[in-house]
């Protein structure tokens, strides 16, 4: 109704556009630099004629604007995609609301981003299955994570285990190698937000955890720094890394939490066994050198035995031939000798 509404025209008097015609009737589709009227058109006075004037244009319809109002209401309810799915101002003001609002969005149409998914997984299963056929032979392959970074990765067609495990001496695992042809994949899609709204939400989160608990800095620090989105912040996540301790960094996020704790376990036995093994070795130590004291004293005492059985026989040799003061001399001198000599000790 508003296409077959008249256009403005032009009213003037009679007359005023003799010589003319073509300009005035092609106004509305050309663009003429002026437009001239015939001067010598008067009124009964003889007074000029005032120039042509453009009418009043046509006045749009309520009904009609109501109509358009109620439509596009319409259209929002039955696809589901409200003015803050669409990115425009709408009565949500708070975060959590306009987020609410673009998830009943998101249900509204599911059903495009579901057969989105079922695309990628049918194409994920055909890759899975030419994958054990082109990569046949040892090489590197590059591939990008989530996140847009770059890496690298083994491939050995030719090993019987589907992953090796390189291992220092530490048991420290140092690189792996891959056999994508043992085993049996399949593929999984996930729909939902993509890394960097993921990257963003997570920012937010631990800002929040961050400035109730400032003390989860000397934790998480270079985590919440590196999902920061400017130049530099992946250099100071990885100096902020340096600050946290070692164990925290080097645990193996993959491992089974049954297999760290019989780890565990196992390391406190091998500590107590280690501990008993050195009280078994200070005991034989002490053993031996109780041992040795022994037979040292063993010997002295003999020595000594001998020497007194010796010098008693030679005083009953001369005891005939000696008066009784000799003999008390003889006698009180080996008794000082024994005494000088540790073997007799006075009471």
């Known amino acids: 109704m508003l296409a077959l509404a008249p256009k403005a025209p032009f009213i003037g008097y009679g007359g005023q556009f003799e010589g003319y015609e073509h300009q005035w009737k092609t106004a509305n589709s050309q663009n003429w630099p002026y437009l001239e009227v015939n001067p010598d058109v008067t009124d009964g006075s003889g007074s000029a004629l005032p120039l042509p004037q453009r009418a009043q244009p046509p006045m749009a319809s309520s009904g009609l604007l109501q109509a358009k109002m109620g439509a596009s209401e319409d259209i929002k309810s039955a696809t589901g995609q409200y003015n803050a799915s669409l990115g425009m101002t709408s009565n949500e003001r708070s975060g959590k609301a306009i987020l609410a609002r673009q998830k009943e969005g998101d249900v509204g149409t599911y059903h495009y981003v579901d057969n989105l998914a079922r695309a990628i997984r049918h194409v994920g299963r055909q890759l899975v299955d030419l994958i054990p056929k082109i990569y046949d032979t040892e090489r590197i392959a590059r591939i990008i994570g989530e996140d847009g970074e770059s890496d690298t990765v ?14 220092d001496e530490e048991g420290k695992v140092m690189d792996r190698i891959y056999n994508p042809s043992v085993g049996k994949y399949d593929v999984r899609v996930i729909t939902g937000p993509g890394y960097a709204t993921k990257r963003q939400e997570a920012l937010e989160s631990m800002a929040q955890l961050l400035q109730g608990n400032p003390q989860l800095w000397q934790v998480a620090g270079d985590l919440f ?39 565990m376990q196992i390391q406190a036995m091998g500590q107590e066994m280690e501990h008993m093994h050195q009280m078994l070795k200070s005991v034989q130590q002490s053993m031996e050198m109780r041992d040795m004291q022994l037979k040292e004293f063993q010997a002295q005492s003999k020595a000594a035995i001998d020497e007194y059985n010796a010098e008693t026989n030679r005083i009953k040799a001369i005891q005939t031939g000696l008066t009784p003061e000799q003999v008390q001399d003889i006698a009180m001198g080996t008794v000082d000798a024994a005494m000088s000599s540790g073997d007799l000790a006075p009471q």
């Open 154 to 167: 083994k491939i050995n067609p030719m090993q019987q285990e589907p992953v090796k495990k390189i291992v």
């Open 225 to 263: 720094v590196k999902n920061m989105d400017w130049p530099g912040a992946d250099d100071l996540a990885a100096r902020l890394a340096r600050t946290i301790d070692p164990k925290l960094l080097n645990a193996e996020e993959d491992e089974d939490p049954a297999l760290q704790a019989a780890n």
